[in-house]
Structures are given as C-alpha cells and as structure tokens.
C-alpha cells in the first residue's frame, strides 16, 4: 500500500509539473505570438585587424551618408518651392510672356512662351538621327538660335508610340506607329493657325530651389540650391509653321493635362503655381516670376511698401474635361462704372455652351458677342465725346490728344466671378495704349455661342494662383516686377 501510495503521489507530482509547464509555454505564446529562438553570432573574419574593420566602418558611412543625401534631397523638392524668371516678350514685338528654362543632362537653357492653354511643352529640337519628324511643304523653320539636342542629353528617354502616353494624353499625336517602340510622333496645332510637329520622350527640367515662404521674390533663384525635375514630357519639335514662335525657343505647358509641365511640377510642390504678368509693355529686364508651391502672399510686392499685404480674392476653379486643358471660371456680374451690365447668365454658363477661361496666351480679351456688346457699349458712352479713329483690330478707338480740358476718366471696369471675388483691372488693362495718342477698348468679339477668354492684359499687374489641389483660383493686385 505504502508503494502504491508513492507511486500515487508521484503521479500527481508529475501531472502537475506538465500542467505548469504548458501553462508556462501558453503564456509565452500569448506575450510573444511566437517561439523564440537564440541564434549564436559569429565574426565574419575572425582575423581582420581593427585597421580592415576601420575601413570597412568607413565604406559603411559613406553608403549611410549617400543614402540619407540623397533622401534629404527628394525630401527638400517635395517640400520647398521653386521660381522660373517671366518676362513680357514685347521687346520681340509680341503679345507673349517668356519663361527661362533648363532642360536636359547638362541642362541646356531656353526661352519659352509660358502658355496656359498648352499641354504639350516642346523645343525646337535637332535630333540627329533616327526618324524624321513630319514636316509640312510650306514649313517656315529657320535654323533657330539655341535647339534642344536629344543625343546630347543623358537623361532624354523616347517615348513609344505603342504607349498608353502617346495615344491617350499626347494632343495630336499621329497615328502612323511603324513598330510599338518606333517615337510618338506629334502635329501639334494651334487656334491661330501655328504648328510644331515633332516627336515625344521625358527628360530632366532643372529648377532653381526655394524656401517656403520666399517664392517669386528676388531671392527665389537661388542657383546654389539646384534639382532635377524628373520624367517631364517634353516634345522635340523639328519643323514649325507661324510667327507665334519666331522669337522663342518653343512652349512651356501650364494647361490643366495629365502631360503638361504644370501639372507635374504642381503635383510635386504642394499642389499649385503662380505667376504675376508685369506690364505687357515692360521692358525686357522688368522680370517676374512663374512659382511653383505656396503661395499668393509670396509671389509679390503689394501695391505700396508701407501698406499691409491685400488677402487675395478667390473663386471656384472649374477643371472641366469639357474646357481641358483651359483653366475656366464662374462669372456672376460685370459692372462698368458702378452699372451692372445686362449680360445673359448663359454666356458664362459651361452648361450651356458658354464659360470663361483664363489664358496666359492670348493677349486680348475676348468676349462672346453679348457680352461683347454690353462691355463696349457701357464704356464708349462714358468715351463718347473723343473723336473716334480707325485702327485694326479694334471697333473703338479714340484721339486722345483733342480732349478739351485734358483727358476723360475712363470708368471703372469690374468682373465678379463666383464667390463674390471681385477683379479691378487698372485702365490701362482694358482702354490700352495702342499708337502715340492713341487708346482703344482693349477687347475683342467672340464668337456665340462660345467661350470667353481672359487675355494676358487683363490679367496684368496681378498675381493669379491656380490651387489644383483645392480647385480655387486666387489672385490679387501687385506690382510684380522685382
């Protein structure tokens, strides 16, 4: 019995030690999810001197510090700013504004006519091989001062014409694709009958950085702060028809495109640009800056250095696929010396066949004909006793020399856009100067149904930013020349 009884006890004894142990091994799992494992470190070279292992370290550090750089860099792009010089063109004799830019590995500079209404940034390009770029019989292509040169530039990578680029975003692009890698070729068209033709790839922009908060100032070149902008669609144009781009080096893309120069440098730097036009008749060194990150109160000077800065006006920005790549707005009211004017809603309407956009390459304001008619008759009544002259392409102009007692006021101009933001233009925005003496109604008539557009002199001596990440366009009155 005294056997059985020990045998007994060692039985339980035993029961509960494995009880314990489970309860152990359950509560590790809980604790942990899993079994651990110890695992016996080994010297890789049990031999090598302090001295192999110093220069090992410093292999290391240099990898962890090239790594990190070049980290901080793509860290410093996303989040700073960065500013292109823009200019009036009317040195060349042009209504255009130009923008310097830098394009290629080593970057290659250019001047550009900065363009809302474009998607597709192209140089007049020399390609030196490969196929030939469709040309027109009556192509007027002279050798042109400065030409991108693809072979030149390591970081130029064609674009197929098989791509999903080339046939769904490419405006014009041709449908003649020999081979799925052979170029996407380009006939690119333009509403006042100019052309470039030419074939696509990407290539590296390089950007002058800056510091949040200081774009569009003097101090936003800052050439010691350079970066590649990656992957920008550009098209190589060989052949090019009109004298739109007989004093510039090609087009720099600003339109509402998934391909444009705007929308991928904007998707890089807080999700908007800026620009402000000086004066269209300003002289060459009267420079500004086209900006891209933040923001209205940084892209200029306000009206008067002891005044505190305006808050910008703000309106809806309508990116309407129906109006790509212009950027369109609401208008609500125009009023002309105080008189809202009798316009019918459906000219500003999208819905209905109408609108308005804002393009930084027109040069006049083009109104639909009711609007047309509203605008010019409110303001030639208060203009009424000058002497009117002939002058193409204008309906109304005046001898601003035989005004008797000095020179008319000329009334206030008003465009109200949705929101209740309110556009003034100084006068010399829409009563312009157009010979010695001389001053018409700066706006032309339009087509209706159709679009309105608000021309670079109308939108002069402001600065205009287009927040694609909001949808809002934000302007305000600014000297803008630095």
């Not at 009206?303 to 809806?316: H, N, R």
Request: glycine content about 8%.
């Amino acid at each position: 019995m005294a056997s059985r009884g020990h045998a007994l006890a060692l039985l339980v004894l035993l029961a509960l030690a494995a009880a314990a142990s489970a309860g152990r091994h359950q509560h590790q799992h809980h604790r942990h999810g899993r079994k651990s494992a110890r695992l016996q470190l080994i010297p890789s070279a049990p031999g090598a001197s302090l001295a192999d292992r110093a220069r090992d370290d410093r292999h290391r550090h240099a990898y962890i510090r090239s790594t990190l750089a070049s980290r901080r860099r793509a860290a410093e792009v996303g989040a700073s700013a960065f500013a292109m010089p823009l200019s009036s063109g009317a040195y060349t004799g042009t209504g255009q504004y130009f923008v310097r830019f830098r394009v290629g590995t080593p970057a290659q500079p250019f001047v550009l006519v900065a363009d809302t209404g474009s998607d597709l940034t192209w140089v007049k390009c020399r390609r030196g091989g490969g196929s030939a770029a469709p040309e027109s019989p009556d192509a007027q292509t002279p050798p042109p001062a400065r030409e991108f040169r693809p072979a030149a530039s390591k970081t130029w990578a064609p674009i197929a014409c098989s791509s999903d680029t080339c046939t769904s975003y490419v405006p014009f692009s041709l449908a003649n694709c020999s081979s799925p890698a052979s170029s996407c070729a380009y006939d690119y068209r333009y509403k006042d009958g100019s052309a470039a033709r030419g074939v696509v790839g990407t290539d590296s922009a390089t950007i002058a950085l800056s510091s949040s908060g200081r774009a569009g100032s003097g101090a936003a070149a800052d050439s010691s702060r350079r970066a590649k902008l990656q992957g920008v669609v550009l098209g190589c144009t060989a052949s090019y028809d009109g004298q739109s781009f007989q004093s510039s080096d090609g087009v720099l893309s600003l339109g509402n495109s998934n391909i444009s120069f705007a929308s991928r440098a904007a998707a890089r730097f807080g999700g908007r640009f800026s620009y402000c036009l000086v004066d269209h008749l300003a002289p060459r060194n009267a420079t500004s800056y086209l900006t891209f990150g933040p923001g209205p109160e940084d892209g200029g000077a306000s009206p008067s250095p002891t005044s505190a800065p305006a808050a910008p006006e703000q309106t809806p920005l309508l990116l309407d696929r129906r109006m790509s790549p212009f950027y369109a707005v609401t208008v609500d009211t125009v009023y002309v010396a105080g008189e809202a004017l009798d316009i019918p809603a459906d000219v500003w309407d999208v819905d209905r066949s109408g609108g308005a956009i804002l393009d930084s390459g027109t040069s006049l304001t083009i109104l639909a004909t009711p609007a047309y008619a509203a605008v010019v008759a409110a303001l030639s009544r208060q203009l009424g006793d000058l002497p009117r002259v002939s002058m193409d392409p204008f309906e109304y102009c005046y001898n601003w020399t035989a005004a008797d007692g000095g020179a008319p006021e000329i009334p206030k101009l008003e465009v109200q856009f949705a929101g209740s933001a309110t556009l003034e233009p100084p006068a010399k925005s829409y009563v312009i100067d157009a010979a010695p003496g001389v001053k018409c109604i700066g706006v032309q008539e339009g087509a209706w149904p159709g679009v309105s557009v608000i021309g670079n002199i109308l939108q002069q001596e402001h600065l205009w930013e287009f927040d694609l990440r909001d949808r809002l366009l934000r302007f305000k009155h600014t000297r803008c020349a630095q």
